[in-house]
């Protein structure tokens, strides 16, 4: 039936006959859901094309971490984006599932703990990011409790047929190119990119290969303005495992500082093959109104080889979302009002084996979830001074999950699961106010509701098969509240946040039994800040600091810390540009220690601080970009995530990452 249904809308819009504004260099389309670039009483972060190729060496997340309140997991140190995820405020290993990743409007964050694959998007591509740190529900639903992250490409019909091109260089055998056309006719433009990707990675049994395509056509077509994307994905990764510390090969040592590049699971990989279709048109009513529609269809094959557990899976999910959307700018009772109504339709279908040598399965899962929200926001401006916010959202979710065994493939293997279904109604809002103080000052607030919804990799388990579950967990609801204070100066820029937030039914793995479950009351509050100080023409000093604490607040573990989560952090930049041939730039990182993963009696030993010190220059000669980046230039042995064990003392398994590295980046246009 969804099938149909989106193949209804997608005829739909390309055959209305609908009047749209002239545009005389470019039709653009929007994929976002920011009237005016915000949400009243949020903390919003823009990133332009132009902030982009200010950092042209780092990935996506790298570039994300680079505003408060965001923190980067990397397990291998592979670069470009692999394997690499973003934390905001504070959720450690469930932070995928808490932060919802987009791509013009439409979800990455899958139903399963598959990481986004951020090395899938060339930063080329990217028109704009998006970044709400905090309750983002009312406009995504699941999955926004902590925050959003919308990646919008350039949608426009290009005037200029041009190529772009792109290679890099880095150490660990790290290398990338990349290049993309555009080709324009009268009323629409076809755009390309194809890129590769090559590391060895830092550790042992971690080397990685990559290759992506995309296609984009923009068009306008009966006085319809609509565009559709095209991508594709093919990708391998060894697994090196963790090194561990008096556990492992190294039960008596600590293997981080003994061989650090070493490897557990020396034959262990994983492959990825996907294809996306991303799809919308835009119609514009008059000067104040718009009707934005878009949608994504997208298939994608995981398949891991555990071959020093002999065990394989395979594991195929199929999405289809459609997210129509009327935004408008009216007067209300007199007042200026941007108002946003729409709905999100999603459909995903999981299929996952899991098997060993010579079987063909020994358990198989099945699940099909539903889900169906509609919201509303209104950003109301009440006195030249004061701006409230009023946004709602009801979200309905159905997920049929079950498993079947081969009872001739492991004897000791415990019996199927019936076919279950679930259905969870949820109701999300917020309340935002912003008061204009002075020309330099502004104060906001807000007040909400979020929630997100157990995936099906919490409801199976990681656990070995005689590992008993239902697929029954709660859904996950949150209460927070946000003050923050903005100072705009001449050459002076001060943002900070802080908020609170109060859990209930966090999900988290159990290590004991091998499933997931619901944690008891837990609470979370911190301090942003991003000061921006531009001293005289060509130098820029840029400090981000995060103040985080995550807690819990009932049951016997009552006010111990939550696991995977660094109390402070801070990243101070400075950017010298001379002129439009040399730019040079640092940053100095600081993250504190924390509770490993699985330490949720607080009893182990703590996860180490770092800093690191990065360098690096950048410009244009003779047409020519460049960029040479130096990164831990004091070659600092470091690691970001770590496991403890629940019952050994100073027993836990780190993912070490490299010292000293150089990356090199050479790019041109040809117009």
Do not use: C
Not at 163 to 168: E, H, L, P, R, V
Not at 482 to 502: C, N, P, W
Not at 544 to 573: C, M, V, W
């Amino acid at each position: 039936m969804q099938k149909y249904f989106l193949l209804f809308f997608l005829t739909l819009f390309l055959n209305f006959n609908l009047f749209s504004q002239d545009q005389k260099d470019e039709i653009i389309i929007s994929s976002t859901k920011l009237p005016q670039e915000k949400i009243v009483g949020s903390s919003v972060y823009i990133i332009s094309k132009e902030d982009i190729k200010n950092y042209p060496s780092d990935t996506i997340p790298e570039l994300l971490t680079r505003f408060p309140g965001v923190k980067l997991k990397d397990l291998y140190g592979t670069g470009f984006g692999v394997k690499q995820s973003v934390d905001i405020r504070g959720f450690g290993d469930t932070a995928q599932s808490n932060t919802v990743i987009l791509l013009n409007g439409q979800r990455l964050t899958n139903i399963d703990l598959n990481l986004v694959d951020f090395s899938a998007i060339p930063k080329e591509s990217i028109d704009r990011i998006e970044i709400i740190v905090g309750n983002s529900s009312v406009l995504y639903g699941n999955n926004a409790s902590a925050g959003s992250i919308n990646i919008i490409t350039n949608q426009s019909i290009k005037r200029n047929d041009g190529i772009n091109t792109k290679f890099s260089f880095g150490s660990l055998g790290k290398f990338e190119n990349y290049i993309s056309g555009t080709k324009s006719f009268k009323n629409f433009s076809v755009k390309g990119n194809q890129n590769q990707i090559y590391s060895n990675g830092y550790r042992r049994n971690n080397e990685y290969s990559q290759t992506n395509g995309g296609l984009e056509i923009a068009a306008k077509l009966r006085e319809t303005s609509y565009y559709l994307n095209f991508q594709s994905i093919n990708q391998r990764i060894d697994l090196p495992g963790d090194v561990g510390v008096n556990t492992g090969n190294y039960s008596n040592s600590n293997g981080f500082h003994i061989d650090p590049r070493s490897s557990d699971t020396p034959q262990d990989f994983s492959q990825k093959n996907g294809l996306k279709l991303f799809y919308g048109f835009n119609y514009i009513f008059d000067s104040s109104s718009k009707l934005i529609l878009d949608g994504a269809v997208d298939y994608l094959k995981n398949e891991g080889m555990f071959i020093s557990s002999n065990s394989f899976t395979d594991a195929r999910i199929a999405n289809y979302q459609l997210s129509p959307r009327l935004i408008s700018n009216q007067k209300i009772f007199g007042l200026n009002s941007d108002i946003i109504f729409g709905f999100d339709l999603n459909y995903t279908y999981y299929y996952q084996d899991k098997m060993r040598e010579g079987e063909t399965y020994y358990r198989k899962y099945k699940a099909q979830d539903k889900s169906l929200g509609l919201y509303f926001n209104n950003n109301v401006s009440l006195t030249p001074k004061d701006k409230i916010s009023i946004g709602a959202r009801f979200q309905g979710n159905w997920i049929r999950i079950g498993d079947a065994i081969n009872n001739n493939a492991i004897g000791w293997t415990i019996a199927d699961n019936e076919t279950q279904i679930f259905e969870d109604p949820q109701f999300a809002y917020h309340l935002g106010y912003e008061r204009i103080v002075d020309d330099k000052n502004i104060l906001t607030a807000k007040i909400g509701k979020s929630f997100r919804y157990p995936n099906v990799d919490e409801r199976i388990g990681f656990g070995f098969t005689t590992s008993s579950h239902n697929f029954g967990l709660n859904s996950q609801n949150s209460y927070d509240f946000d003050f923050g204070h903005k100072f705009i100066a001449e050459k002076v820029s001060i943002q900070t946040s802080l908020y609170y937030m109060r859990l209930r039914n966090e999900v988290s793995y159990d290590n004991s039994t091998f499933t997931n479950r619901n944690l008891a009351k837990t609470v979370r509050y911190g301090i942003e800040q991003r000061v921006t100080v531009n001293l005289f023409d060509g130098i820029k000093l840029t400090n981000n600091f995060t103040l985080t604490q995550s807690k819990y607040r009932a049951g016997h573990r009552r006010n111990l810390d939550l696991t995977g989560i660094p109390a402070y952090r801070n990243n101070f930049e400075v950017e010298f540009r001379y002129n439009e041939f040399l730019s040079l730039f640092s940053n100095i990182y600081y993250q504190s220690s924390h509770r490993m993963i699985n330490d949720v009696e607080n009893y182990q030993v703590i996860g180490m601080p770092y800093h690191l010190v990065n360098a690096g220059l950048k410009g244009n000669f003779k047409g020519f970009n460049y960029s040479l980046e130096f990164n831990n230039i004091l070659n600092k042995s470091y690691y970001n995530y770590a496991v403890a064990s629940t019952s050994s003392y100073n027993v836990y398994n780190t993912y070490p990452k490299e010292g000293f590295n150089s990356f090199l980046t050479l790019s041109k246009s040809f117009n």
